[in-house]
């Protein structure tokens, strides 16, 4: 049996959505300069140590552990238009101050910490709002296709914006090729802005079953009642920690193997890259059809079982001929990853009502986001003790696991999207709305 083949109208046709898309690609080419130009800066101007370069990194991710929980409940007791507008508007005023600072003769490794930081908390903020913010401006049955079309054009900026950014910073400079990125902010707020469908504004004072609203500590709580007691939730946050915490033991010294043991050359490594991009994009132009050829359960089944075999691929390559088992190992993951995030994401947006949406989303990040650095420091620490080969060989054995939770949970049986649940969930009942099938 599949799912219903019947055509779906166009999310393109959605002016709203069109606004959404076009600021949101604006947004990822622009980020791609910065994550370019500002470890640049700190390089090649302010002479920065390993470590220091290092912190850029770690400083940007704190928030995400840091704010998520509390950014899921702030997001619901908001209209999420307004948040994504303040967000992009609240980066483009940070990333400002680094040509600033520069031109004046003042830039400093703490003011790059600062930028970081600032920028990282509003990327909290507008990340929960933009997942959130989607349902309310596309149909229940676009999700997919929707989801898709961003996720498009995230892998292609990722394939070519790092291209794109050098040749900038080459032609004005890093620290003011930092004001692009800026300004492609500012350009995703004014489309962001344009949106004109109407939003319901959420009770500050009552929640969603028109109860006084509790404290911002006790709507987090909900949030992770509501995620944990939702066995469809629960398997789609099981697998993807899992899968998140392998994968990045695999990779984290995966550019040292390919040096180290591999001999590949920078631009052989560029071309592996390369094509697990291609893959990604592929898996975003598919992964609509696949839901609908097989179903939304079995697609994200079958897209999660792809990432053992891609990291298993990547273990094994030869000394002597490396790069093709490395292509196909960074295809599968590539196409696997993108083809999962799409239709989890649609499903998880289907059957979560609107005033929980925020709680739901950050929930979710923060549960298969916190495992990213523990795995990455057990991959390094593997790889030290053991070798090279060995942590990515862990990272195989481990993804494949992953896909465990959603194969022994109902997520296997979904056919179509689900209707949308009308009448929240009472996370203090701890009962669950069952999708329809």
Do not use: C
């Not at 238009?81 to 003042?106: E, H, T, W």
């Not at 495992?371 to 990455?376: D, K, Q």
């Not at 390094?380 to 053991?386: K, M, S």
């Amino acid at each position: 049996m599949t799912a219903d083949p019947r055509p779906i109208a166009s999310v393109v046709r959605n002016a709203d959505f069109v606004r959404l898309w076009v600021a949101q690609t604006i947004s990822q080419f622009g980020t791609q300069v910065s994550l370019l130009a500002i470890p640049l800066v700190a390089v090649s101007l302010l002479e920065a140590s390993p470590f220091e370069v290092a912190l850029l990194s770690t400083v940007e991710f704190v928030p995400f552990i840091l704010f998520s929980l509390p950014a899921g409940a702030w997001v619901d007791r908001l209209r999420r238009r307004p948040i994504l507008i303040a967000g992009d508007l609240g980066r483009a005023a940070a990333l400002a101050s680094v040509p600033i600072a520069y031109l004046l003769g003042v830039l400093t490794m703490a003011q790059l910490y600062v930028v970081g930081f600032v920028a990282g908390t509003l990327t909290v903020l507008f990340d929960v709002a933009y997942q959130s913010y989607l349902p309310s401006i596309v149909e229940r049955e676009q999700l997919v296709d929707g989801n898709g079309k961003l996720e498009a054009s995230r892998t292609i900026a990722q394939s070519a914006g790092p291209a794109l950014g050098g040749g900038l910073i080459g032609l004005v400079t890093a620290p003011l090729a930092i004001l692009v990125d800026g300004v492609s902010f500012v350009l995703s707020a004014l489309f962001v802005f344009l949106i004109r469908r109407p939003e319901p504004t959420p009770d500050r004072h009552a929640d969603e079953h028109g109860r006084p609203r509790g404290s911002l500590r006790q709507e987090v709580g909900e949030g992770l009642r509501y995620v944990l007691g939702n066995r469809y939730l629960r398997g789609i946050a099981a697998s993807t920690a899992t899968s998140n915490l392998f994968n990045n033991l695999a990779t984290a010294t995966f550019i040292v193997f390919a040096v180290r043991e591999l001999s590949l050359s920078p631009a052989e490594i560029g071309v592996i890259f390369g094509v697990g991009n291609l893959g990604a994009v592929g898996g975003a132009l598919v992964a609509d059809r696949l839901a609908r050829r097989f179903g939304v359960g079995p697609t994200i089944v079958g897209s999660m079982a792809l990432g053992g075999p891609g990291l298993l691929l990547m273990a094994l390559a030869p000394r002597e001929s490396p790069v093709p088992f490395l292509l196909a190992s960074q295809f599968l993951l590539g196409i696997g990853v993108v083809v999962y995030n799409i239709n989890q994401l649609s499903f998880r947006q289907a059957i979560t009502p609107t005033a929980m949406q925020g709680r739901m989303n950050a929930t979710m990040r923060f549960i298969v986001w916190g495992t990213i650095p523990f795995g990455a420091l057990l991959g390094g620490a593997i790889a030290t003790a053991f070798g090279l080969r060995t942590a990515i060989f862990v990272g195989a054995v481990g993804e494949f696991l992953a896909i465990l939770p959603v194969l022994l949970t109902p997520v296997r049986s979904l056919r179509e999207m689900p209707m949308p649940a009308e009448d929240p969930v009472d996370p203090a009942a701890g009962v669950e709305a069952a999708p329809e099938r």
